[in-house]
């Protein structure tokens, strides 16, 4: 394993967001944004503020800064203000992972009950828990009748060969 690795996985969860975000939640209408559904973690909004939320979790532990408190999705009364905050989210993580080394990859850096878990393995897990809560928003974008597409990875190398 290598950093090198990392920052692509990295671009490929990162499209995937902008992709989720630009080209199905955009067709929503602010109705149907916040209409709670009986899926996981009920609305549209709130399964992308906590995965967003996640990330910046994640990321605040592999800083060695404090835990945010999980985001409210009442926060985020429009998509305009969670793209926003997402923006930063993928600013702090890009700036991170532009920093790592590949040694990094082998450290222990969180305390607690995380505190076994390499920072590879937490890289893993947040780009994992990606894919399972875009998953999930696209299917309630297709139940809301909007044509979704997958997000493979594979899909993802075929269109950035160069990546």
């Known amino acids: 394993m ?3 690795a990392f920052r692509h996985f990295y671009e490929y969860h990162f499209a995937e967001n902008r992709q989720l975000l630009e080209q199905y939640v955009a067709q929503l209408s602010d109705e149907q944004f916040i209409q709670e559904v009986a899926y996981s973690l009920g ?5 992308l503020v906590h995965l967003m939320s996640v990330d910046e979790t994640w990321f605040s532990g592999l800083r060695g800064v404090e835990f945010p408190e999980p985001l409210d999705p009442n926060a985020f ?3 305009e203000a969670l793209r926003k905050y ?13 920093n790592l080394q590949d040694a990094d990859l082998q450290t222990k850096p969180l305390d607690g009950e995380d505190e076994n878990l390499i920072v590879w393995q937490v890289l893993l897990q ?6 399972d809560h875009r998953a999930q928003v696209l299917r309630m974008c297709h139940d809301f ?7 493979d990875y594979i899909f993802y190398v ?3 060969p160069s990546a």
């Open 126 to 131: 947040v780009v994992n828990h990606g894919t």
């Open 77 to 79: 009364a429009d998509r």
């Open 86 to 98: 997402w923006a930063g989210v993928e600013a702090m993580m890009r700036e991170y992972l532009a």
């Open 2 to 4: 290598n950093v090198a």
């Open 145 to 151: 009748g909007i044509k979704t597409s997958s997000q």
């Open 43 to 47: 609305s549209v909004r709130n399964q």
């Open 158 to 160: 075929y269109a950035n």
